[in-house]
């Protein structure tokens, strides 16, 4: 549908928390937690804190938990009996407050999670999912939106983008049937007058690459050992990086119990040498060099080859959740730049 502009304050928004609320809705957005601010479940919009660049982890876990059962199972008579996951129970969810990098990485999720091998469960989750964005007024030396497609105020992979224009003034750019939705009957929201700037109202963010070089580039440096081992140097193998990633989406399956139990998805990253260790012993990617390569190849040819969709948009997290300050953002540049 064609983005509906109106101008919302925070009374009404408070009104719309209220709204959900009654509806049984589940509301998640960036919460104050001691020292950091991350997605928690909120009842109100006075919990919710939207001053920061950005959480500390992303949104994924709305649509990919960290750890989920797929199925549980009982063994009776020398039969397994499989109970599926009651798809109808999963919680319709707003999920307010992200930024629109945010918003925009479930566009890589789902190329994912519905590519060779549809899983259901996701796509249950993001059906009933409004995403409700929130512009970027900040960035900071982390971000690169908009060198990877995306910019602080796009509205790509939201059902509404707020831009605040003043205190406690939004915009609410409306652009998709749960969006409206979301919106439902609620009083309060004005006709967007012509005069409203939104551009002045967000971030200022050079591009800081050409995308379009960084593929090429690494086809070019793929078999160049030296070049891979100078990046990923410092690189500890830990796997903050994917953890905090709203992009990544490597898991492994695991059954819990012995007779009767649950079989599980698991977060998992590539950056971990046992992820690609296979059950004879053998490592095709036995180096930390191969597997920091796997994964800028992974998020930067390999999606946009099969998927169509980059693997990355720019959110920082990973720099800033880096224990020992590997940069992507620097890292690319390099690799955009690197001599043939
Ligand atoms: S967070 Fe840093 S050290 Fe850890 S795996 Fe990622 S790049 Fe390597
Ligand atoms: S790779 Fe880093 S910058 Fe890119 S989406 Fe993931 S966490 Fe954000």
Known sequence: MESDKKLIGRSELEKLFSQWQSQGTRILAPKKNNDTIDFALVTTLAEVSLDQVQTVQSAKTSVFPRVEELFSFTSRDGRVVIRERDRNALPATVLFGVRPCDAAAFAALKAIFTWDSPDDLFSARMEKMTVIAVSCARADAYCFCTSVGGGP???AGSDMLLTETGPGEY???IVSEKGLMAVGETSGLRPCPANV???AHLAKLEPAFAREKVAPALARLFDDAAFWAEQSLRCLGCGACAYVCPTCA???IQDEGGGSGQRLR?????GFGLFTLHTSGHNPRPVQSQRWRQ???????????RQQVLGCVGCGRCSRACPVDMNILEHVRSITEAKP
């Open 153 to 155: 105020g796009a509205t």
């Open 295 to 305: 994964r800028l190849m992974h998020k930067f040819a390999y999606m946009p080859e």
């Open 266 to 270: 698991c977060w998992d990253s590539c």
């Open 250 to 252: 490597c898991f492994d």
């Open 171 to 173: 915009l609410a750019e």
């Open 197 to 199: 700037n939104k551009e």
